[in-house]
Each structure stands twice: as structure tokens, then as C-alpha cells.
């Protein structure tokens, strides 16, 4: 018995070491296509978003002075010459209040074996600074563009109401940013409002700086048109939430904030066939060992006798299930792929075990082991946080069965030891 059981193990670590190249190879090969992918997918419809809040500068004119060394050519000597110019002074000023409504429309887009997490957004953004300076001056305002991989449709940029102000282009961050400047008086409001329709990739976020900053009178309400909402790491959880139709409203609303965080959203993950496919086989051992042990104490109790080289098969009919699923999901859809190489699986073993044990058994005690063990267990795959609590639960369910029912056994029996009286057992 302990030669057939070491053959089995062996069978199941030589099969075990395949499936292990097979997930290799699948991780390998999903890499190098989101690696190729991506930046032509961020060409096409456009990259990861952040947008920063306009940053303000408060500006005056003052006298500065500069002294200069300067030498006669002809009596070759020096006299300090003294001038004096004109300058503008700038100094950073915050927003007394920021307004602002963001739409999140997420339409997945596949490229090659990959989707990708693409959406529009919408934004508006109304935007208002007091002059608290003693002095009259001007107020310079920066708007820098999330990323210059993307396109801004429908573009508007008031400051004071007046939409003919030419901003200046300057450079700076991941794209172009412009700057506009109007004259203010002291105790002056000045308002200015922002608005675009862009297209962007995996996630967008709102940011208030590069540092803590301070922010005053700030509500930013975001609307998406779906349900699994999720924060970046990093980012601040809104106020409020409320569920509109397939979507959420959410809101962050902050009368005096300091605060180096961001506000974000990540758009919700559809299953790539690749990555699954990998993640699937890297746990199949678990599977075939649950299988495994399910035949062992059935054909024990059964008094089956089942060779390591049928186990050899039913390892390999296993094999054959997840090296179908890899190479079908390049041709089919995620589900179909998975529904046929889980039908030709199983068809596998319980034609093998009707010809070696009978079909009654081949169906009912194998066959519905396989359907658990491996379609099942593999199907927790897909439901992304719920996968370790789904195999949990079988795990706990098949326990509680074997010990049920080789509760009776005795194993130095089985195992050709000499059977303890039962008046010596402890």
C-alpha cells in the first residue's frame, strides 16, 4: 500500500510541475501583450487621468533694485552702476470656493485577448478667489491638462465671464498647461469656470497639489454608470452615497480642508482570459488533490483497486481541461471556452473509468468529484474576493465527509500492520 501511495504522489507532483510551466507561460505571455497593448490602447482612446485644481498666483508691481559692476575701456576702471526696473512680484493664493461635477462613463474596450477599463468623463467646475491683499494687483490662473494623452472636446475657459481672455501655454507636468491673468482690486471676487469632455483609461482622480494643501468651500459630486465603485489607495472616501439607477452619486464636500490626499475613482476590472487562465492553473494542484484523496477513500471503501498509472490518466484528463482553456479562450468567448474544456474534461474521465471500474461509479462518485473539484473550484475564479471563501467552504465540506465516513477504519489494518487488540488500544 505505502509503494501505491508513493507512485500516486509522484503522479500528482509530475502533473503538478506541468500545470506550473502551463501558468508560467500563460503570465508570461499576457505581460508581454499588456506590455504591447497598452500604450496603443492610451494612443487610441486615451490615458490615465488626474486633474489638478487650478493652481493661483497673486501678482503687483514692485521697484526692484540692481547693482552691477561696470569697467571704463578707456580708463580700464570700475564703478557700481545702480538701476532700477519694474517687476512683477508673485505669491501662491488659495480658492475661497471649488465647485465641481464629474460624470464617469464606463464602456470597456478590447484590444487583442484584453479589455481594458476605458471611460468619458465629463467635467465642470466652478471655481471663485477673493482678493484678501492689502494692495491691487493681478491673479494668475494655471489649469493644467490631466495628461496629454487624450483628447478635450467641447473646451471652455471663463475667468470673470469673459471668454475672449488668450491664456499663455507654458510647460509643466505630464502635459500642456495654460495660464490666464486679469487685473483684481482689493476685496474683489473673482469667479472662473472650467469645463471638457475627455476620454481616459483604468482610473481618475482629482488632485488638490503636489503637497498638502489647503482647500475652502470645496463639494465635488461624481455620478457613474456603475455599481462596483472602488477608492484608490490613497484617496479620500466621499461624504456621502447615494444609488441612482446603475450607477452612484457620490459627493465630498469640505468647508476648510488640509489635506495631501486626492479624490478618485477606479474603474471596475472585466476578466481577461489570459490572467485567468494562469490563475487557474496555478491552483489546479489543489484541485487534483481533493480529487485524489476523494478516489482514495472511495475505492478504499469500495475495494476498488485503481493502479497509480489510472491515476496517471485522470491527472492528465485534469491537465487537459486547463491546456483546452488556455488556448480556446484565443478563439472563443470566456464562457464558452470554459463551458467546453470542462465538458471534454469530464467526458475524459468518466469515459476512462467506465472502461476500468464501471459507469456507475465513473459517473456518480468520479464524475461528481470532478464537477466539484475542478469546474466548480475553477469557476470561483471568476468572482473576483469571493474565490478563497468558495473553495473554503468545499474544503470544510469535504473534510467533514471523509471523516464521516473513514471515521470506522482501521488504518493499521489497510495499511498490512498488525491489528492492535482492542483491550491494548489507548
Same mark, same amino acid.
Request: net charge neutral; charged share 20%.
Given at each position: 500500500?505505502?509503494?501505491?501511495?508513493?507512485?500516486?504522489?509522484?503522479?500528482?507532483?509530475?502533473?503538478? &510541475? &506541468?500545470?506550473?510551466?502551463?501558468? #508560467?507561460?500563460?503570465?508570461?505571455?499576457?505581460?508581454?501583450?499588456s506590455?504591447?497593448?497598452?500604450?496603443?490602447?492610451?494612443g487610441?482612446? #486615451?490615458?490615465?487621468?488626474?486633474?489638478? &485644481?487650478?493652481?493661483?498666483?497673486?501678482?503687483?508691481?514692485?521697484t526692484?533694485?540692481?547693482?552691477?559692476?561696470?569697467? *571704463?575701456?578707456?580708463?580700464?576702471?570700475?564703478?557700481?552702476?545702480?538701476?532700477t526696473?519694474?517687476?512683477?512680484?508673485?505669491?501662491?493664493?488659495?480658492?475661497?470656493?471649488?465647485?465641481?461635477?464629474?460624470?464617469?462613463?464606463?464602456?470597456?474596450?478590447?484590444?487583442?485577448?484584453?479589455?481594458?477599463?476605458?471611460?468619458?468623463?465629463?467635467?465642470?467646475g466652478?471655481?471663485?478667489?477673493?482678493?484678501?491683499e492689502d494692495?491691487?494687483?493681478?491673479?494668475?490662473?494655471?489649469?493644467?491638462?490631466p495628461?496629454?494623452?487624450?483628447s478635450?472636446?467641447?473646451?471652455?475657459?471663463?475667468?470673470?465671464?469673459?471668454? *475672449?481672455?488668450?491664456?499663455?501655454?507654458?510647460? #509643466?507636468? *505630464?502635459?500642456?498647461?495654460?495660464?490666464?491673468?486679469?487685473?483684481?482690486?482689493?476685496?474683489?471676487?473673482?469667479?472662473?469656470?472650467?469645463?471638457?469632455? +475627455?476620454r481616459?483609461?483604468?482610473?481618475?482622480?482629482?488632485?488638490?497639489?503636489? +503637497? /498638502?494643501?489647503?482647500?475652502?468651500n470645496?463639494?465635488?459630486?461624481?455620478?457613474?454608470?456603475?455599481?462596483?465603485? *472602488?477608492?484608490?489607495?490613497?484617496?479620500?472616501?466621499?461624504?456621502t452615497k447615494?444609488?441612482?439607477?446603475?450607477?452612484?452619486?457620490?459627493?465630498w464636500?469640505?468647508?476648510?480642508?488640509?489635506?495631501?490626499?486626492?479624490?478618485?475613482?477606479?474603474?471596475?476590472?472585466?476578466?481577461?482570459?489570459?490572467?485567468?487562465?494562469?490563475?487557474?492553473?496555478?491552483?489546479?494542484?489543489?484541485?487534483?488533490?481533493?480529487?485524489?484523496?476523494?478516489?482514495?477513500?472511495i475505492?478504499?471503501?469500495?475495494?476498488?483497486?485503481?493502479?497509480?498509472l489510472?491515476?496517471?490518466?485522470?491527472?492528465? &484528463? !485534469? !491537465?487537459?481541461?486547463?491546456?483546452?482553456?488556455?488556448?480556446?479562450?484565443?478563439?472563443?468567448?470566456?464562457?464558452?471556452?470554459?463551458?467546453l474544456?470542462?465538458?471534454?474534461?469530464?467526458?475524459?474521465?468518466?469515459?476512462?473509468l467506465r472502461?476500468? /471500474?464501471?459507469?456507475?461509479?465513473?459517473?456518480?462518485?468520479?464524475?461528481?468529484a470532478?464537477?466539484?473539484?475542478? /469546474?466548480?473550484?475553477?469557476?470561483?475564479?471568476?468572482?473576483?474576493?469571493?474565490?478563497?471563501l468558495?473553495v473554503?467552504?468545499?474544503?470544510?465540506?469535504?473534510? !467533514?465527509?471523509?471523516?464521516?465516513l473513514?471515521?470506522?477504519?482501521?488504518?493499521?489494518?489497510? !495499511?498490512?500492520?498488525?491489528?492492535?487488540?482492542?483491550?491494548?488500544?489507548?
Open positions: 500500500m505505502g509503494k501505491r501511495i508513493a507512485a500516486v504522489v509522484g503522479v500528482y507532483l509530475l502533473i503538478t &510541475a &506541468a500545470w506550473l510551466v502551463l501558468g #508560467g507561460s500563460m503570465s508570461v505571455r499576457s505581460m508581454d501583450l506590455r504591447k497593448l497598452s500604450p496603443e490602447v492610451a487610441l482612446w #486615451g490615458n490615465r487621468q488626474v486633474q489638478q &485644481a487650478p493652481e493661483l498666483e497673486f501678482g503687483w508691481w514692485t526692484k533694485i540692481e547693482t552691477e559692476e561696470v569697467t *571704463d575701456p578707456a580708463t580700464k576702471k570700475t564703478k557700481i552702476v545702480t538701476r526696473r519694474q517687476v512683477i512680484e508673485r505669491k501662491p493664493v488659495i480658492l475661497e470656493k471649488s465647485t465641481v461635477n464629474v460624470a464617469l462613463d464606463l464602456a470597456h474596450r478590447q484590444k487583442g485577448l484584453l479589455w481594458y477599463s476605458t471611460y468619458q468623463v465629463d467635467f465642470a466652478e471655481y471663485g478667489y477673493r482678493q484678501n494692495r491691487d494687483g493681478f491673479l494668475f490662473v494655471t489649469y493644467r491638462f495628461t496629454s494623452q487624450a478635450y472636446d467641447d473646451f471652455r475657459f471663463q475667468l470673470q465671464g469673459r471668454p *475672449d481672455l488668450q491664456p499663455r501655454e507654458i510647460s #509643466g507636468g *505630464d502635459g500642456k498647461a495654460l495660464q490666464y491673468s486679469v487685473p483684481v482690486r482689493r476685496g474683489e471676487h473673482v469667479d472662473f469656470t472650467l469645463a471638457y469632455r +475627455s481616459g483609461l483604468d482610473f481618475w482622480r482629482y488632485s488638490f497639489g503636489s +503637497s /498638502v494643501d489647503q482647500v475652502r470645496f463639494t465635488l459630486t461624481m455620478n457613474t454608470n456603475f455599481a462596483d465603485i *472602488d477608492f484608490p489607495e490613497g484617496t479620500i472616501s466621499p461624504n447615494e444609488r441612482r439607477g446603475d450607477g452612484w452619486t457620490l459627493a464636500t469640505f468647508n476648510n480642508l488640509i489635506s495631501g490626499y486626492d479624490i478618485g475613482m477606479d474603474m471596475p476590472a472585466k476578466l481577461n482570459p489570459g490572467p485567468l487562465a494562469a490563475q487557474i492553473s496555478f491552483f489546479a494542484p489543489l484541485s487534483l488533490l481533493f480529487f485524489f484523496i476523494w478516489l482514495f477513500v475505492t478504499l471503501l469500495r475495494k476498488v483497486d485503481l493502479h497509480p489510472n491515476y496517471l490518466f485522470l491527472g492528465a &484528463a !485534469f !491537465f487537459a481541461f486547463h491546456l483546452l482553456f488556455a488556448y480556446t479562450v484565443d478563439h472563443l468567448a470566456l464562457i464558452p471556452a470554459f463551458l474544456s470542462s465538458a471534454v474534461s469530464v467526458f475524459l474521465v468518466v469515459s476512462y472502461l476500468v /471500474v464501471g459507469l456507475r461509479f465513473a459517473a456518480l462518485e468520479a464524475g461528481g470532478q464537477v466539484l473539484y475542478l /469546474v466548480l473550484f475553477s469557476y470561483a475564479h471568476f468572482y473576483e474576493g469571493w474565490t478563497g468558495i473554503t467552504c468545499g474544503s470544510i465540506v469535504t473534510l !467533514f465527509v471523509l471523516m464521516q473513514t471515521g470506522r477504519i482501521n488504518w493499521s489494518e489497510k !495499511f498490512g500492520q498488525a491489528k492492535v487488540p482492542t483491550a491494548q488500544r489507548v
